[in-house]
């Protein structure tokens, strides 16, 4: 841990049990997946070995999260808000469960949705992600649960010669749009040209969140050259 570290840990506003709210937001969807509170102690040996720390108010004591369960919180980088009362832990989830229920995020209750209410069996909705996210969420759901006239099930049917077309005459489409300088259009072609670039990564068994990771790992290079600079 740096002194820079320490010297903000010491502005922080802890409460009068010495605690303060840590949300836990994957880093590439941001997805929030939990909170819970840390203490000056959780967040130092967060900070000294890379993995998440909690305080448990209920056993009163450090909780490395994981450590039975083998979901371990991998740190990537700390955020405060304007107050200095509320921190954000930008982490990658282990084996991408964090609810102690099984569930990808513990905020998978809605309010007037919750279909699981009265039943012994939980509904898990999914967390709340960017669109492209969520999109590729919903391709993922009809591949494996193809629905009847579902444009996506018949793209996917087809083959791959079809999608690829798609993705041609889309990108073509794009283009245009940008030729002729009409930003609505542009949005709506964007957004057509995206669909079917993740319909073909679909077909090919290749993930959002593998791109998500190519696009943080050449921001994050970018970042180290120029601070070499």
């Given at each position: 841990?740096?002194?820079?570290?320490?010297?903000?840990?010491?502005?922080?506003?802890?409460?009068?049990?010495?605690?303060?709210?840590?949300i836990?937001?994957?880093?590439?969807?941001?997805?929030?997946?939990?909170?819970?509170?840390?203490?000056?102690?959780?967040?130092?040996?967060?900070?000294?070995?890379?993995?998440?720390?909690?305080?448990?108010?209920?056993r009163?004591?450090?909780?490395?999260?994981?450590?039975?369960?083998?979901?371990?919180?991998?740190?990537?980088?700390?955020?405060?808000?304007?107050?200095?009362?509320?921190?954000?832990?930008?982490?990658?989830q282990?084996?991408?469960?964090?609810?102690?229920?099984?569930?990808?995020?513990?905020?998978?209750?809605?309010?007037?949705?919750?279909?699981?209410?009265?039943s012994?069996k939980?509904?898990?909705?999914?967390?709340?992600?960017?669109?492209?996210?969520?999109?590729?969420?919903?391709?993922?759901?009809?591949?494996?649960?193809?629905?009847?006239?579902?444009?996506?099930?018949?793209?996917?049917e087809?083959?791959?010669?079809?999608?690829?077309?798609?993705?041609?005459?889309?990108?073509?489409?794009?283009?245009?749009?940008?030729?002729?300088?009409d930003?609505?259009?542009?949005?709506?072609?964007?957004?057509?040209?995206?669909?079917?670039?993740?319909?073909?990564l679909?077909?090919?068994?290749?993930?959002?969140r593998?791109?998500?990771?190519?696009?943080?790992?050449?921001?994050?290079?970018?970042?180290?050259?120029?601070?070499?600079?």
């Amino acid at each position: 841990m740096t002194q820079l570290s320490q010297e903000i840990i010491e502005t922080l506003r802890f409460n009068e049990k010495g605690l303060i709210p840590a949300i836990a937001q994957d880093y590439l969807d941001g997805a929030i997946l939990m909170m819970a509170w840390v203490n000056k102690t959780a967040l130092k040996e967060t900070l000294k070995t890379g993995e998440i720390h909690y305080w448990s108010r209920s056993r009163q004591k450090l909780w490395h999260k994981g450590e039975t369960s083998g979901h371990f919180q991998k740190l990537k980088s700390i955020r405060y808000d304007c107050d200095s009362d509320a921190i954000i832990f930008s982490i990658e989830q282990v084996g991408s469960i964090a609810c102690h229920e099984g569930a990808r995020s513990c905020f998978f209750k809605d309010f007037g949705k919750d279909s699981s209410l009265g039943s012994d069996k939980p509904t898990f909705l999914p967390p709340l992600t960017n669109s492209c996210s969520e999109l590729f969420q919903t391709i993922k759901e009809r591949s494996n649960n193809p629905q009847p006239g579902s444009y996506t099930n018949s793209l996917l049917e087809s083959g791959e010669n079809r999608i690829l077309k798609k993705i041609g005459e889309e990108g073509s489409e794009f283009v245009m749009a940008c030729k002729d300088n009409d930003p609505k259009s542009i949005a709506n072609e964007a957004a057509d040209l995206i669909f079917h670039l993740q319909v073909a990564l679909r077909y090919h068994n290749v993930d959002w969140r593998d791109v998500l990771e190519v696009l943080d790992s050449r921001r994050n290079s970018k970042r180290n050259n120029s601070q070499k600079k």
